[in-house]
Nanobody, 121 residues
Framework: QVQLVESGGGSVQGGESLRLSCVASGYTYSIECMGWFRQAPGKEREEVAL????????NYAASMKGRFTISQDKAKNTVYLHLTALGPEDTAVYYC??????????????WGQGTQVTVSS
């Protein structure tokens, strides 16, 4: 089992930045991929960014590439999501997830509780 705990969310003004953190515990050696997802009110959950933990290879949703950056600190079993140039459309609950197999959305078996990001204009 893998446990994930996110932090770093909050309320910010448009144009500001935030850094979200996700600490993994448990069978972390089994993790092949970490991802960040978000769900806005009344909308479906969407993928934000993925990272292969062994190679560091990353993939971003097209609408967020260039503004958001996923990174990791293996020594701390922590994955980060740096959000910049935030706008009201980025308001959502952001979730961290882990996959022990493929780095695709359907493979993420472990999820954190989510952290709220609210952006005002």
């Amino acid at each position: 089992q893998v446990q994930l705990v996110e932090s770093g969310g909050g309320s910010v003004q448009g144009g500001e930045s935030l850094r979200l953190s996700c600490v993994a515990s448990g069978y972390t050696y089994s993790i092949e991929c970490m991802g960040w997802f978000r769900q806005a009110p009344g909308k479906e959950r969407e993928e934000v960014a993925l990272m292969y933990t062994q190679t560091g290879f990353t993939n971003y949703a097209a609408s967020m590439k260039g503004r958001f950056t996923i990174s990791q600190d293996k020594a701390k079993n922590t994955v980060y999501l740096h959000l910049t140039a935030l706008g009201p459309e980025d308001t959502a609950v952001y979730y961290c997830a882990a996959a022990t197999t493929l780095c695709v959305t359907r493979s993420f078996a472990y999820w954190g509780q989510g952290t709220q990001v609210t952006v005002s204009s």
